[in-house]
């Protein structure tokens, strides 16, 4: 992934579905190149649950997703994989759920079946979402 700013540039009379698809890959984008840069190096793995692990490289990346959906929502609810917080997609309104790493057994083993998930839901139902996975080349 590249280190430009890939931060949408959209004209002024866009929809407000395709502002959220644009920004749902952006994030996308932006979180798995921060998930990719920590790929294959050296780090703790903490438990989270039974069967659930967490990296530090899951939360970077969460935090990056959540900038750049701020950056254009800021008002939106964000319901990310790692939060502590409640993690219901409400019902009424807008909201974004986050996967940072989707696959984190894969990622801490330095396999490359992983990837960033970002989806825009508006009233409980998705309206874009997008999945990247750097390590396959995408």
Known sequence: MSDIDE?????????????RAAVT?????????????????????????????????DRAAQRTVIERIRESFPEDTVVGE???AHKRVPDEGAAWV???????????????F????VAAVIDGEPVAAATVAPALGD
Not at 114 to 117: E, P
């Open 7 to 19: 931060s949408p540039v959209l004209p002024p009379d866009v929809s407000d579905a395709e502002k």
């Open 114 to 117: 992983w990837g960033t998930a």
């Open 25 to 57: 890959e952006a994030a996308a984008r932006a979180g798995a190149r921060v998930a990719n840069d920590a790929f294959r190096t050296d780090m703790p793995v903490e438990e989270k649950g039974a069967d659930d692990v967490v990296t530090e490289a």
């Open 98 to 112: 986050i996967d940072p790493i989707d696959g984190t057994h894969n990622f801490v083993r330095e396999i490359r």
């Open 82 to 84: 790692e939060e502590d």
